[in-house]
């Protein structure tokens, strides 16, 4: 079982940057699609990102396409959520997923991922 442990959240402009890893215990790391979701307050769990086991493929919520990148390490159990071009209505908690898929698979819905971190605030001040 992997545990998954967010951090780099935190206040910003909008226009800013932002930038949000996950480090990962516990499992075999490259086996693992990992995935970035957010809640805002008072809305539900949405998609952000994901990115394959070897980090080749990824794939984007329209909303943060061409301003979010997901990057993964796999030789430090990482995956890191660049957030650009940061705008107030990105505000919300960001939580990293693990789900084991076949290579080069990404999965984009929440029930695909049985393992999650605990979540780490963004706040974007307009």
């Known amino acids: 079982q992997v545990q998954l442990v967010e951090s780099g959240g935190g206040l910003v402009q909008a226009g800013g940057s932002l930038r949000l890893s996950c480090a990962a215990s516990g499992g075999i790391f490259s086996t693992y699609n990992m995935g970035w979701f957010r809640q805002a307050p008072g809305k539900e769990r949405e998609f952000v990102g994901a990115?394959?086991?070897?980090?080749?493929?990824?794939s984007y919520a329209d909303s943060v396409k061409g301003r979010f990148t997901i990057s993964r390490d796999n030789a430090r159990n990482t995956v890191r959520l660049q957030m650009n071009s940061l705008k107030p209505e990105d505000t919300a908690d960001y939580y990293c997923?693990?789900?084991?898929?076949?290579?080069?698979?990404?999965?984009?819905?929440?029930?695909?991922?049985?393992?999650w971190g605990q979540g780490t605030q963004v706040t974007v001040s307009s």
């Open positions: 990115v394959s086991r070897d980090g080749g493929t990824t």
């Open positions: 997923a693990a789900g084991v898929t076949a290579y080069g698979i990404v999965l984009t819905s929440e029930i695909a991922y049985p393992y």
